[in-house]
Structure formats: C-alpha cells, structure tokens
C-alpha cells in the first residue's frame, strides 16, 4: 500500500529538479498566505460576492488584467531562465529537457495566457463605455469566458508541478507531439488547458460582436463608432472563423493520442503536415487578433494626445476590416520549407507582402494625425511613439521572411525569434501597456505614477534592442532556434551575453511598473474629473471609476468623438442642456454558475490529462448540471431604482 | 439588458415541430456516412463524395432548423456573414487540398 502511494506521488509530482521543489515551496506558502489572510480579514463572502460571481464587465475586465499579469510574470522567468542557460557557451543551468519544456510554455504562456486575457481584459475594461452601454449583451457569457480562460489557464500552469510539463514547442508539432514520442501526461496538459480556455475565448468573440453590433448608443452610427471598439469588432471576426479551426485540430490531436486515431500520425493513413497546416489556419490570424486590437489602442491614443481628430478615419475602418479578411489567406507561409508547389508558395508569399499594406496605411495615418498636433508626452502617448520605429522594423523583417527563397535561409533562425518577438513586443505588448496606462484611470479612479513608469518604459524600451537586435545577427550566424547550449567555436558567445543582458534590462522593467502599480494605489494621483487626458470618446463623460451601471442616462450620440464635440460646444455656448430624465437602471444579477461550471471543466481535462476517465465523467455531468440550472433560472436581472442611482451619481461628485 | 427590455417572447424562434424535424434530419445525415464507411457499401471516390454532400445537407439544416437564419430582423448582415464564412470554409477546404496534395507524392 504505501510502495503504491510512492509510486505514484513520484510519477504525480515532478521531482528532481531544485528549481522546481523551490516553485512547489512557493506555491504551498502562497497559497496558505492567501486563505490565512482571507480567513483573518473575514473576506470569503467579499470574495465571492464581489468578484467570483461578479457578471459586471468592468470587475470581469480587472481579473484578466491581473490574471494576464500573472501569466506575463510567469512567461517573464522561463524567458530570463532560457536567457541565463544561452548567455555563455556550454552552461549547465537548464538541461535540454528542461530546456525544451520551458520554451514550450514561454511561447503558449505567452500568447494564450497572457496576451489573450489581456485582449480581454481591454475590451471588457473598454467596450461597453466606448458605446454608451451598461454592459456586454450576454454577462453571464462573459463571466462562463472569463472562468473558462483561468481555470485552463490554471491547468496548463500546474503542469511543471504535477505531470510534468509539455514540451514539444509552443504549438505542439506531430510527430513528437504523439504517445510515441511524448508519452505522459504534458502534452494532455497542453490540449486541454488550451481547449476549455479556448471555448471561453470564443464565447468571448461572439459576445463583442453582438455587443458592438446591437447595444450602441442611440445615434451612434457604426460610422461614428470609436477605432478602438472597430478593432474589437475586426478581432472578434476573426476569432469566430480561427478559433473553431484550433479546436478541431486539438481535438483531432487528442483522439491520436487517446484513442489511437491516425489523424496526423506518421503510420495508418496519418500525416503530421496536416497538423501543420490545419494549426497555422487559426495560428496566423491569431497574430492578428492580438495585434489589431493594439491599433485600435494606439488610434484612440494618437489622436487624444494630438489634440486632433484621427487622420483617415475611413481608412483605418476599411485597413482593420480588410485584415481580418486577408490574415486567412497567408497562413503557409509558417511552412514554406515543408514543400510544396511553386504555385502554392508564390501566392502564399504575395498575400503575405499584400497583408502588410493596410498596416502600412494605418502608420501614415497615426503620423499624420500627429503631424501639426499639439503633442503630450504622457505615458500613453510615449508607448505609442515607441512602438513605431520598433512595429516597422518588425514589419520590414516579416516582409522580408515573406520573401519564399530567402525564407529557407531565415527558417527556423534566430532572424525568426527577432522577428515575431519585434512584432509581439512591439505591437502587442506596447500597445496594450498603452491602453492599459490610458484607461486604467477610468477603472481604478487613480493615475499610474510618471516617474516610476518612465524608468519602466525606458528599462523595456532599451532593454528590447539590445536583447533582439543581436539575434537577428545570431540568425544569420547560423544559430537556430530552440538550441539548448552551443560551444565556443561557433563565435555565438558574445552576441548571445548582450541579449541575456538585454532580457534582464526588460525584466527590471516589468519591476519598476509592479513597484508604480503598488505605488500609486497610495499616492497616485486621483481623478476627480472623470476625463483626466482631455478624451474624446464617452467612456469620458462618466466618473472615474465608473459606477457599476456606467451611464446614469444612456447618452444621445450625435458626432463621431461625441465627448470632445460636447465639450466643444459647451466651451462656445453652444451647448444645449438636455434635461436628464434619470430611469430606473436594468441590470443583470451575479451568478456562481459560471466559477461552478469552470471548475467542472477543470476535472474534465484533468481526468483526460491523467487518462482518469471516471473523473473527467464526473466532470461532464458537473457541466450538464450547471447548463441545466441555468437553463431553468428565471431570476436573472433586477432594476436598480432611480434613489440609488442618484446616491451613487452624488456620492462620485456628479448632479444628476 | 437596458437596451432592449421587452426581451424574451417577441420573436418565436421556431417551434417543437421544426425543433424535432431538424433534430430528426441532422441524425440521419450523421447516419448515413458512418454506415457508408462502416461498411464499405459504395467506392471510395463515390463514398467521398457522398460525405461531402452529407456534410453541406448538414449545414443547411442547421443553418435553416436551428441558426434560424430566415428569421433575422435585418437579413443583409445574415448574408454578409453567411458569405463571409462560406468564403473561409471554401479557404480551408480547397486551401488545404491545394497544399497537402503536392506534398503527398
């Protein structure tokens, strides 16, 4: 009996490894910190009244900013552990197998888990205020969205505790991806933390388009809607036609190795390239629904802090749309060096190089729309104007990948590494720590500290180039990606020193932004106006934070930038004060259904992970049972009586 | 939500009948393939062809039984989407002929 309980505590936990027994430590006291701290407080009904139940977009939009925090932290040390083991030819820090499990998850970590809710995060923190609306159009979809990404979120992240760690690169290639070659349960870990988060991803696409479609203010025409909330809209397009692919393809890959079907294996009909081809449909449009939303962001900055009307508002509307349309169209060329036919690679590698020409006009259109503005240079505004030069680089790189034959040198280089890190820094993670320093006021009631964030921004900012300037170079010394050491004589060392240097640089970063965060809960600078940056747009109009009903009185649109126009008017005289009619406030109820149903999610793909199926069983009937109670729920909404409302309004300084 | 209160009851979508006719209509769709493969009744390239064409049956009658698709208040977007996703569906399927079958041989 207790032979047997060894024996499987030993294949249960990953043992072996001293970095690890120092995560297991760290994890046991910071779980004990967390229930000693909520017990002593008495804040376990707080919790879950406010926050594990909450269906308020704003409160669901806070989660995935700290969740994706997290996950950024997290992603951040496998980073600075792969740079410490290539910093030097030869060093014995990591060994390969450790080596490949901890690319793998700096990659899905990366971009499932962190810059997907951080997406997420914005759009809940941002949509609904852009349009004038109370919340989502489904709230308790979104809340299901939200406890899906975390609890698969959760079960990817337990997996180099318990299980052992996927590591067959971040998508997961057949065939080293099957039993054959990664028996065990870390690419299970893999399918499903990625599946059940992958669900809430899409319910979170079809959520946004509806919400942008049907619940604008009256008079908002969707030509006089904000870039911001157009980017979300370009986003979540593609999210419902890519994320469906994803799905499919994982689901194929589990039925291989679960239940011995040959989708992609090498044996019995199977063909792993098929893998590759279905995976990169979803995995190159993928970049883009992280990406798009970022252009938005830096629409809404560019023009704010220009004091200016966007330049080529129509245009930017069609570059967005047009994206989300072409992405699907480029996709072989993550493979070009599989081999296929001529014909294939040409057209692949001229959508390629097309795709890039409504970014291109996006660009222009942000300089011109600061040409002759009256810039301020405010935290916002100085991520935005970094991420130019460094978003073109990265673009011109990628065009020149597109180029077919050049594209079998570059392959699989560190000129690739360089790339995509270029484009996702540069892009993704810039823009969203843009939206994230500009609308954080509008949800916290506080401003982020300039000083502290200025040592941050620089930190990141030249910590970016010299970590990946040096790579493409190491690209075209031959060095190849997913190398687990090298020896003096490749002349790599040097090269390789300045990028670990570098990636700490950025990592000092990311310290100065948690110290500003911790900073100025305290002594950040408060904001009592509501429109701290001088805004355009109605997520403006309201207080700061912005009460859990948004808008006393659903506003009247009348212009595109419709904030700035009142402000405008009110400034000459000419505004005309409409008397506000305040009405009893429609608002759905908090439901635990969707944490309960999550967490029934969670032993569905922990009972696959392990092959456990009575647990995943019990896990199935959870989900039922939750769908069932919902389905029978009648009590989902209330009204919010106009004294409350008033209450509110006046305890935030505003008269209504 | 505040919006539009008078949710819920307004539009009928659809009714038991068109709910158990569609329920009824997608099972055999699903039958009929899997009994051709099970038991190698027709030739392999009349076999693919007949899951193909069981496959877009399928879809139009989830489109038509359960997506409601007749029904929306403003059919242009209906369409625009329709288009939309049949245009990607046609990327992924031919897309992949395209690619795979060179790498076949």
């Known amino acids: 009996m207790w032979e047997n309980i060894k024996d499987f505590a030993s294949t249960f936990f990953v043992t072996g490894d001293p970095l690890i027994y120092g995560a297991d430590v760290s994890i046991v006291l910071s779980i004990i910190a967390i229930v000693f701290v909520l017990t002593k407080y008495k804040k376990w009904g707080w919790l879950w009244r406010e926050w594990l139940t909450t269906v308020d977009h704003k409160r669901i939009g806070i989660m995935y900013l700290i969740a994706s925090l997290l996950m950024l932290f997290r992603g951040g040390v496998d980073a600075l552990l792969m740079r410490l083991q290539l910093a030097f030819p030869n060093v014995e820090f990591l060994n390969s197998e450790h080596y490949n499990a901890i690319f793998t998850t700096h990659g899905t970590i990366m971009i499932l888990f962190m810059a997907m809710p951080m997406m997420f995060a914005l759009f809940n923190m941002v949509v609904p205020l852009q349009l004038g609306a109370r919340d989502v159009a489904y709230p308790f979809l979104n809340a299901l969205s939200f406890w899906l990404f975390m609890l698969g979120a959760m079960l990817f992240n337990i997996s180099f505790v318990i299980g052992g760690s996927p590591d067959a690169g971040w998508l997961s290639y057949p065939p080293l991806s099957q039993n054959e070659f990664s028996p065990g349960p870390g690419q299970n870990f893999y399918i499903w933390g990625i599946q059940i988060s992958g669900i809430g991803s899409l319910a979170t696409g079809i959520n946004f388009i509806v919400t942008i479609l049907k619940m604008r203010a009256p008079g908002m025409k969707l030509s006089k809607m904000p870039l911001f909330s157009w980017s979300v809209l370009s986003s979540c397009i593609m999210i419902i036609f890519a994320f469906p692919i994803l799905t499919v393809t994982l689901a194929l890959l589990f039925l291989d190795r679960f239940a011995g079907a040959h989708f992609f294996t090498m044996d019995g009909g199977g063909n792993p390239m098929m893998y590759l081809n279905l995976i990169w449909m979803w995995g190159h449009p993928e970049v883009y629904i992280v990406v798009v939303p970022a252009f938005g962001i830096f629409s809404e900055i560019v023009a704010t802090f220009s004091r200016k009307k966007i330049f080529g508002y129509k245009s930017m509307v069609w570059a967005m749309m047009i994206i989300a349309v072409v992405s699907f169209f480029t996709w072989a060329h993550h493979f070009f060096t599989m081999g296929t036919s001529a014909s294939v690679i040409a057209f692949f590698a001229i959508s390629t190089m097309i795709v890039g020409i409504p970014t291109g006009v996006k660009v222009f259109n942000w300089l011109f729309t600061m040409y002759r503005g009256r810039i301020s240079f405010k935290q916002p505004m100085l991520w935005t104007i970094a991420f130019i030069p460094c978003f073109v680089i990265g673009g011109a790189t990628g065009v020149m990948l597109a180029v077919a034959p050049a594209d079998y040198q570059y392959h699989n280089s560190y000129f690739l590494v360089a790339h995509f890190h270029q484009v996702l820094i540069g892009g993704v993670v810039f823009g969203y720590l843009a939206g994230i320093y500009y609308w954080w006021p509008k949800l916290f009631g506080f401003k982020l500290d300039e000083k502290l964030g200025k040592w941050g921004f620089w930190f990141w900012n030249i910590g970016f180039y010299v970590c990946f300037m040096p790579q493409y170079a190491l690209g075209f010394m031959g060095m190849t990606r997913r190398y687990y050491t090298y020896g003096w004589d490749r002349g790599w060392a040097d090269l390789n020193l300045v990028s670990t240097v570098g990636a700490f640089l950025m990592g000092i970063g990311f310290i100065f932004q948690v110290w500003q965060i911790a900073y100025s809960i305290k002594n950040g600078e408060r904001d009592t106006t509501g429109d701290p940056w001088n805004g355009r747009t109605l997520e403006w109009s309201i207080p700061s934070p912005a009460p859990f009903y948004n808008f006393a009185v659903v506003p009247q649109v009348k212009e595109m930038d419709d904030w700035w126009a009142t402000k405008e008017a009110k400034a000459n005289g000419t505004y005309k004060e409409e008397p506000a009619k305040l009405e009893p406030i429609h608002m759905p109820k908090n439901s635990g259904i969707p944490f309960i149903m999550a967490n029934f999610w969670f032993l569905v793909g922990f009972g696959f992970t392990f092959g456990w199926v009575w647990m995943a069983v019990i896990g199935f009937i959870g989900v039922f049972a939750c769908m069932w109670a919902r389905s029978f729920q009648y009590d989902t909404d209330y009204y919010v009586p106009v004294e409350e409302v008033r209450r509110t309004e006046a305890s935030l300084g505003r008269v209504v | ?105």
Do not use: C, D
Request: cysteine-free; glycine content about 6%.
């Open chain 2, 1 to 105: 939500m505040a919006q539009h209160q008078n949710h819920g009851g307004h539009h009928s979508h659809g009714s038991m009948k068109e709910y158990v006719i569609g329920f009824i209509l997608s099972i055999v769709l699903t039958i009929i393939p899997l009994v051709l493969v099970m038991n190698s009744i027709l030739s392999k390239t009349a076999t693919m062809i007949t899951i193909l064409v069981m496959a877009v049956l399928q879809f139009v009658v989830q489109l038509v039984f359960f997506m409601h698709i007749r029904e929306g208040e403003k059919p242009r977007y209906n369409v625009q989407t329709l288009i939309l996703g049949l245009v990607i569906v046609f990327t992924i399927v031919a897309g992949s002929l395209w690619i795979m079958l060179f790498n076949k041989y």
